[in-house]
């Protein structure tokens, strides 16, 4: 019976979002053509980030939605699946149960780490898997159709989906799904969406995750969550060290010696 765990892989994305998103921007107060905007980057591309990082900032995010990212998505439980796809901006196609039969190999199945820990709690989970996998088999065989038998898989049943959506939908996914209070897969699913979003265009992604990324939370008990704390030190000791710098560079500087 496969054990399986979720992996993330980017398919496709708009070729350039960095520049589609300061273009967006700068339309909006520029008298020049979106053409003329779009050529002036390549040659700026200083301005182009700074563009980026004020409208982001300022939260006018409809300047992200031009810029689409495709991932595949494997090996996610049903568990997880279903909390995806509450996000209704994110497009979803799914392996099906109804034309799938898991025949001969079994379902693949996600097992959670905290039962995995525990030898005896992980071979109960997987003898239910196996029995459960021989029921369904047995009822395929008997000529229940697959949209029946499927009624008998566990919401450890894994499959794979494609997803997409535009850069603000997984801006606004990401700062759900990655928050501490998120469920644990889906928190896994989501730091490798992250994790790419941030290799693949690190200014558009420049402060995505939860909300103490961006130095505050709303969630009850947020103070107390070790991320929260954590992340807030370091931009404490980041502005420590920004103000010394200020400081130092302000001194006036020693005599020269001859
Ligand atoms: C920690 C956590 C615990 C959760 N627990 C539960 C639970 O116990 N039970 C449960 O049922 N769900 C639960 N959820 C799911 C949650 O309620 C949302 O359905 C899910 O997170 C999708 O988020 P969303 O609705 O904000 O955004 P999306 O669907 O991703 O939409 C993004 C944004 O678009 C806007 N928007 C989208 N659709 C509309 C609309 N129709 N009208 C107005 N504005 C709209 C909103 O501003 C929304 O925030 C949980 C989610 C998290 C992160």
Redesign the pocket.
């Known amino acids: 019976m496969p054990e399986t765990s979720v992996n993330v892989t980017l398919l496709e994305k708009s070729p350039h979002p960095t520049a589609m998103t300061a273009s967006a921007a700068r339309t909006c107060y520029s008298a020049n053509t979106p053409q003329a905007i779009t050529r002036r980057w390549d040659s700026r591309p200083d301005d182009m980030v700074k563009t980026v990082d004020r409208v982001r900032a300022a939260g006018h995010h409809s300047t992200l939605e031009h810029n689409i990212y495709v991932f595949a998505v494997t090996g996610l439980s049903r568990a997880a699946s279903h909390?995806l796809v509450?996000?209704?901006?994110?497009q979803f196609d799914q392996q099906s149960q109804r034309y799938l039969a898991f025949k001969a190999a079994g379902f693949p199945y996600v097992k959670p780490k905290k039962i995995a820990a525990r030898s005896d709690l992980s071979r109960r989970f997987d003898d239910l898997m196996s029995a459960l996998g021989q029921a369904y088999e047995d009822f395929l065989a008997a000529g229940v159709p697959g949209e029946d038998a499927r009624f008998v898989l566990p919401n450890a049943a894994a499959s794979h989906l494609i997803v997409s959506g535009n850069a603000r939908?997984w801006y606004?996914?990401l700062t759900?799904?990655t928050?501490n209070?998120?469920?644990w897969e889906i928190r896994e699913m989501s730091f490798q969406v992250l994790r790419i979003l941030k290799k693949e265009d690190p200014v558009l992604f420049r402060d995505a995750g939860a909300t103490c990324v961006r130095g505050y939370c709303n969630e009850i008990g947020g103070p107390k969550c070790p991320r929260y704390i954590a992340v807030t030190r370091a931009q404490i000791r980041a502005g420590e060290e920004a103000r010394r710098r200020l400081a130092d560079a302000s001194r006036p500087a020693p005599p020269h010696s001859i």
């Open positions: 909390q509450r996000h209704r901006h994110l939908a606004d996914y759900l799904r928050c209070m998120a469920q």
